[in-house]
């Protein structure tokens, strides 16, 4: 099995948003997918990763998850 930063992703209802990524970035989303639908034995579109691998980014952004305690929201808000 490999090890990825995201695994166990929640079903949410999904929210629409539009977004242009480069070329090798979808690319690498792609890919991404397809290496975690082959470990956890069930399919994964792109779309899936995005929102849990920016909540990740930001969860373990040491400056941000600072700036955000200073401010005064500890928790993100939908």
Do not use: C, N, W
């Not at 899936?48 to 600072?66: C, G, K, Y």
């Amino acid at each position: 099995m490999t090890t990825l930063k995201l695994a166990g992703l929640q079903d949410d209802t999904p929210v629409k948003l539009s977004v242009e990524l480069p070329a090798d970035t979808h690319r690498d989303l792609v890919l991404y997918a397809q290496v975690l639908s082959a470990d956890a034995e069930r399919p994964y579109s792109p779309v899936q990763l995005i929102a849990p691998m920016l909540s990740r980014f930001m969860a373990t952004d040491r400056s941000f998850v600072a700036a955000r305690t200073r401010i005064g929201r500890s928790t993100p808000q939908t």
